[in-house]
């Protein structure tokens, strides 16, 4: 019986994801004609389809980048360009980011080396998770062996605690600030998760912030270095 479900489970799991690269591949092949055919519009729709599922290619990035600058959408086009950056870093993509904030003074686009740092290693997450892994069960295992053979084990067990607690740092912690765009024009920022407190600025769509928490339909953002807030559904969650 147990084989019978597992073999089941295996059986229904391969045609799941069968099913799931056919549908993803039909989305991309008929995104790509549309966009070859200057169909821009309805090519960034099935587009954005497919980015809302899962992580795919630079290329599909960069053609949806190509489409928003050329129909001048530059909130969508910061949008897609922040998310590019963050699942595949370069450069080249931080460069010209920083160049369109610029041509349209877009706040909240000043990048650090630090910024670089913790995209690489967003990027690269699960292959430090998996060294630290293995590096840790090594070291356990060779003082496994020292203790039973007898010998002292010295600062040894202290190094492990903290391989452990680094380990909790990095699976708990996020390095990175949670970040989000302004989506849409003459956007509201509150002094309060409020309609009715202080109007800070009305807020034109392409601006950057650190989202810092969420109260209801308001989100707690850093804009400019103020506490401030803003309706959720004003922002795009770069993530």
């Not at 045609?15 to 989305?27: P, V």
């Not at 519009?41 to 600058?69: M, T």
């Not at 998770?129 to 590096?135: E, G, N, S």
Request: with cysteine.
């Amino acid at each position: 019986m147990i084989k019978k479900n597992i073999l089941f489970f295996a059986i229904f799991s391969l045609y799941t994801l069968t099913a799931y690269g056919q549908s993803y591949l039909e989305l991309q092949r008929k995104g790509d004609s549309l966009f070859h055919a200057k169909e821009f519009y309805y090519a960034s729709k099935v587009y954005d389809s497919i980015l809302n599922q899962s992580v795919v290619s630079p290329l599909l990035y960069l053609k949806l980048a190509y489409i928003y600058e050329s129909t001048g959408e530059i909130a969508d086009l910061m949008i897609v360009l922040n998310k590019y950056y963050k699942v595949y870093p370069s450069a080249n993509i931080q460069f010209k980011i920083e160049e369109i904030a610029r041509e349209y003074q877009l706040k909240g686009y000043k990048y650090t080396d630090f910024d670089y740092f913790t995209s690489l290693y967003r990027q690269y997450y699960y292959y430090i998770m998996l060294f630290f892994f293995v590096a840790s069960g090594l070291y356990f295992t060779h003082l496994g062996i020292k203790k039973i053979n007898g010998n002292p084990l010295s600062f040894r067990p202290l190094l492990f605690i903290v391989i452990l607690l680094f380990l909790l740092l990095l699976v708990n912690f996020n390095l990175q600030p949670v970040r989000a765009i302004i989506k849409h024009s003459n956007s509201l920022v509150m002094s309060a998760p409020s309609a009715g407190s202080d109007l800070v600025e009305i807020a034109s769509s392409g601006h950057r912030v650190n989202v810092l928490d969420k109260i209801d339909i308001w989100v707690e953002v850093d804009f400019e270095n103020k506490l401030c807030y803003i309706k959720e559904s004003d922002l795009e969650i770069i993530d």
